[in-house]
């Protein structure tokens, strides 16, 4: 079993900076990927950044440039550096660990950027 937690989100302005954090615990041994979604009010979850099992990292289009994915495998730590945050990155964002056949999920932190 294993345990994401995620923290960090809040209220800030537009063109402000969040760095969304991800405690991950329990059975975490091996090979994973690490990845961050959004669900925005009123929309589907959408992919955000990911950490691949070899550790390619990709972004979504509309983040690119502006936000930044990392771990710290010593401290089961994922995180996402948000710069320059925009009203339409309002959203509750979602820690996702993968293995193979398996995907684990966070219940999410609120990030809402005001204009």
């Known amino acids: 079993q294993v345990r994401l937690t995620e923290s960090g989100g809040g209220l800030v302005q537009s063109g402000e900076s969040l760095r969304l954090s991800c405690q991950a615990s329990?059975?975490?041994?091996?090979?994973?990927?690490v990845a961050w979604y959004r669900q925005a009010p009123g929309k589907e979850r959408e992919f955000v950044a990911e950490i691949r099992y070899r550790g390619d990292i990709a972004y979504a289009d509309p983040v690119k440039g502006r936000f930044t994915i990392s771990r710290d495998n010593a401290k089961n730590m994922i995180f996402l550096q948000m710069n320059r945050l925009q009203p339409e990155d309002t959203a509750v964002y979602y820690c996702?660990?993968?293995?193979?056949?398996?995907?684990?999920w966070g219940k999410g932190t609120l990030v809402t950027v005001s204009s």
């Open positions: 996702n660990l993968q293995r193979p056949g398996l995907s684990y």
């Open positions: 329990g059975n975490i041994f091996g090979e994973n990927a």
